[in-house]
Antibody, heavy 123, light 106 residues
Framework: QVQLVQSGAEVKRPGASVRVSCKAS????????LYWVRQARGQGLEWMGW????????DYAQKFQGRVTMARDTSINTVYMELSSLTSDDTAVYYC????????????????WGQGTLVTVAS | SYELTQPPSVSVSPGQTATITCSGN??????VSWYQQKTGQSPVLLIY???DRPSGIPERFSGSNSGNTGTLTISGTQTTDEADYYC?????????FGGGTKLTVL
């Protein structure tokens, strides 16, 4: 079965960087785009960007451009999201999600999600 | 920037039909998806391309989209359906989420 397993919770100081990993299994890693979405406590979902696992091509939400980097390692079916210059506003649960595939369609939703990684930014 | 607006909360009695709306400019020209998120859990995809259900999603979850409003309908609502529900559409190449609706079943 499809699984996306994320790395564990992190506590970071303001100004630091954090890297969250997302290991995929149960499907062909290179067949599906992977997305990152975050959710602050009690708030809604916020798209951060996506990565194409085949090419490594990325697209980032304008809000995070310059601060976020997404990468992949196809040898271990894992994608990474690194966010720099952290502030308390970055305290949130970070999710990876797999974009579903429907023949002939694009811009599809996320049909599988990781369990989430809590990133806490505090001094 | 494009916005999707959902009511913050909806209440329904068990066994009744719950309707959750999602409003956006000319939303009917886009595809709408819906997610369910229970407390402390990751989102689950319920509906994609306005009205299609992924495998494993019960038939009592249905969706529609026309004009400026997308709608998620839950028939025969169960207490286990109590959760936050999010709509999602695409604006150009950007996925946009609604603010979420808390469904209370009581």
């Amino acid at each position: 079965q499809v699984q996306l397993v994320q790395s564990g919770a992190e506590v970071k100081r303001p100004g630091a960087s954090v890297r969250v990993s997302c290991k995929a299994s149960g499907y062909t890693f290179t067949d599906y785009y992977l997305y990152w979405v975050r959710q602050a406590r009690g708030q809604g979902l916020e798209w951060m960007g996506w990565i194409n696992p085949i090419s490594g091509t990325t697209d980032y939400a304008q809000k995070f451009q310059g601060r976020v980097t997404m990468a992949r390692d196809t040898s271990i079916n894992t994608v990474y999201m690194e966010l720099s210059s952290l502030t308390s506003d970055d305290t949130a649960v970070y999710y990876c999600g797999r974009e579903m595939v429907v023949l002939g369609a694009n811009q599809l939703p996320l049909d599988h999600w990781g369990q989430g990684t809590l990133v806490t930014v505090a001094s | 920037s494009y916005e999707l607006t959902q009511p913050p909360s909806v209440s329904v009695s068990p066994g009744q039909t719950a309707t959750i709306t999602c409003s956006g400019n000319k939303l009917g020209d886009k595809y709408v998806s819906w997610y369910q998120q229970k407390t402390g859990q990751s989102p689950v995809l319920l509906i994609y391309q306005d009205s299609d259900r992924p495998s494993g999603i019960p038939e009592r979850f249905s969706g529609s989209n026309s004009g400026n409003t997308g709608t998620l309908t839950i028939s025969g609502t169960q207490t286990t359906d109590e959760a936050d529900y999010y709509c999602q559409a695409w604006d150009s190449s950007t996925p946009i989420f609604g603010g979420g609706t808390k469904l209370t079943v009581l």
